[in-house]
């Protein structure tokens, strides 16, 4: 008996001393992790490897999934799996095993995913209500051998709230009768017309299909080949209504990502306004409206099923120009942060704005700068420690001014308002690393800067570790941007150019690590 003590206490011991030495080697990596050189802060961003565009947006049983284009062999571009993340609050994500693989059908390119309460599909069991998932699979195989149907449809469902997956077994649900580039399905229920909405893009337009089970569909129209930007192939379509602010009215709004031919280069994604009779979608708009005019807001799409009706985007933080390119090593690529979108009608015409969700602002603690006055004229200038993680707010009728983000190497990100030519300005050329792609520091990214009501202009500006987000009243002007800085920014300097108008700082604030 003694023995057995002796012998599970030498064996207690030596079991506690490698869980010591595992728990020592392993502390720094622990203290690594989301700490790498420009990993993101606040933004989601996967541990490892390659990702884009974000896919299958739903909320269900108080949990919003965020499944996206993922390869986990490599941070460049590979074969497409469905990664995913959960979350309480869209703030803050639990990283999931990835939920979607490749098959005999291809790749799992992007797509979209719903709760299907009234279980048309039938695949709901004992009580339990399906999540599907409705993606394109793309055959590389039928690719290389020059078909052009190598892009169809496919679905599978969930039964225990998008933990796991089964595959439908008469994949693929829409064929393709020769149509190059053929996907990126985004479903909705439509209740007017008891059934689901499906709307895809096929090169250069919009089609949408309807189904009663999420099986079989029906082809019903197109939208768009005369319509908007044509720059490029169109991707990631977005059919959803939007009640009109500040009345009782609703129209109808289509998001539509392209690649090339955004504002400012490369992918971009424009929107239209319109109505849906649950057949045909129509917009008297003539000319393209943008969503966002930095050059990293790509292939962004909404939530489905979110409480209370709220529309709530999210999009992929890069631009194809260099999205393989990026200075990063163990990771690549990030998502924007979740914006509220909104509908305004301004005069005649109707303009989409899209702003951080309130539930941003929890993350916000020390204020580092707290309303400092910027006269006419004159030029001032902050030390911050903690610039390239913090929100910076500001209110200012100036019509001529900079704001210039520094640190103590003298890179520089410039934030120029003209009022001359009615424009806001970025230019990055000098922000820090710019040469790792010709275009990405190649030339200034330029927006239209409007008054879309009376009084001074709000700006909400976040900085993380490698990107910025800049919001203009309340969301009608946004611009994202990746900055690549080689140490962080510790200085503001405001000049105020304008002969008249000051300018407020009205806070800095940190923004805490998600992570």
């Known amino acids: 008996m003694n023995k057995l003590i002796i012998s599970c206490s030498i064996i207690i011991a030596v079991v506690a001393c490698k869980k010591d030495q595992k728990e020592v080697q392993n502390q720094p990596e622990e203290r690594l992790r989301y700490q790498e050189e420009y990993r993101p802060q606040f933004h989601f961003s996967p541990e490892e490897k390659w990702m884009n565009d974000p896919n299958g947006l739903v909320y269900n049983e108080g949990v919003y999934h965020l499944f996206y284009q993922y390869y986990p062999e490599d941070i460049v571009w590979g074969p497409m799996h469905w990664g995913h993340a959960i979350s309480k609050d869209l703030v803050r994500w639990e990283h999931k095993p990835i939920a979607l693989y490749p098959d005999e059908h291809g790749l799992i390119f992007s797509g979209s995913a719903v709760v299907d309460k009234k279980n048309t599909s039938g695949f709901g069991k004992e009580g339990k209500t399906p999540l599907v998932a409705i993606f394109t699979y793309h055959s590389m195989e039928g690719e290389k051998a020059g078909r052009k149907d190598f892009q169809t449809q496919g679905i599978a469902y969930?039964?225990?709230?998008?933990?796991?997956?089964?595959?439908?077994?008469?994949?693929?649900?829409?064929?393709?009768?020769?149509?190059?580039?053929?996907?990126?399905?985004?479903?909705?229920?439509?209740?007017?017309?008891?059934?689901?909405?499906?709307?895809?893009?096929?090169?250069?337009?919009?089609?949408?299909?309807?189904?009663?089970?999420?099986?079989?569909?029906?082809?019903?129209?197109?939208?768009?080949?005369?319509?908007?930007?044509?720059?490029?192939?169109?991707?990631?379509?977005?059919?959803?209504?939007?009640?009109?602010?500040?009345?009782?009215?609703?129209?109808?709004?289509?998001?539509?990502?392209?690649?090339?031919?955004?504002?400012?280069?490369?992918?971009?994604?424009?929107?239209?306004?319109?109505?849906?009779?649950?057949?045909?979608?129509?917009?008297?708009?003539?000319?393209?409206?943008?969503?966002?005019?930095?050059?990293?807001?790509?292939?962004?799409?909404?939530?489905?099923?979110?409480?209370?009706?709220?529309?709530?985007?999210?999009?992929?933080?890069?631009?194809?120009?260099?999205?393989?390119?990026?200075?990063?090593?163990?990771?690549?690529?990030?998502?924007?942060?979740?914006?509220?979108?909104?509908?305004?009608?301004?005069?005649?015409?109707?303009?989409?704005?899209?702003?951080?969700?309130?539930?941003?602002?929890?993350?916000?603690?020390?204020?580092f700068v707290n309303q400092v006055e910027v006269a006419a004229a004159t030029t001032d200038t902050l030390q911050v420690e903690g610039l390239n993680q913090s929100e910076v707010r500001l209110k200012t009728a100036a019509k001529n001014f900079q704001l210039l983000f520094k640190n103590e190497l003298d890179e520089v990100l410039v934030l120029d308002v003209d009022s001359k030519n009615q424009t806001l300005t970025v230019d990055r050329t000098l922000s820090g690393k710019v040469d790792f792609q010709e275009d990405f520091g190649a030339k200034k990214h330029v927006a239209p800067l409007k008054s879309f009501k009376e009084g001074p202009h709000q700006f909400k500006i976040l900085m993380d570790w490698s990107s910025m987000e800049l919001f203009v009243d309340q969301g009608m002007l946004s611009i994202t941007e990746q900055l690549f800085p080689t140490s962080p920014y510790n200085t503001l300097i405001i000049n105020n150019e304008d002969g008249s108008e000051p300018i407020i700082i009205q806070s800095i604030k940190e923004i805490k690590s998600i992570w």
């Open 158 to 367: 969930s039964l225990d709230n998008g933990d796991t997956w089964e595959k439908y077994k008469n994949n693929p649900v829409i064929l393709n009768d020769g149509i190059k580039n053929f996907r990126d399905p985004k479903v909705f229920w439509h209740e007017p017309s008891d059934s689901w909405i499906l709307t895809l893009v096929a090169g250069d337009h919009a089609k949408f299909y309807s189904s009663k089970n999420l099986k079989e569909w029906i082809y019903l129209s197109d939208f768009g080949k005369s319509q908007g930007a044509h720059g490029g192939v169109w991707e990631c379509p977005d059919l959803f209504p939007l009640q009109v602010e500040g009345s009782d009215g609703e129209k109808w709004v289509l998001i539509i990502s392209i690649n090339p031919g955004a504002p400012n280069g490369g992918s971009g994604t424009q929107y239209f306004v319109g109505d849906f009779d649950g057949t045909t979608f129509t917009s008297n708009q003539k000319n393209p409206k943008w969503l966002d005019y930095g050059t990293d807001n790509y292939a962004g799409v909404t939530y489905n099923h979110v409480p209370e009706g709220e529309r709530v985007f999210i999009g992929w933080m890069s631009n194809w120009d260099y999205a393989r390119d990026t200075p990063t090593k163990k990771w690549r690529s990030a998502m924007t942060v979740p914006r509220k979108l909104s509908l305004h009608k301004v005069e005649d015409d109707y303009f989409l704005a899209n702003y951080p969700i309130d539930k941003m602002g929890d993350l916000t603690s020390s204020t």
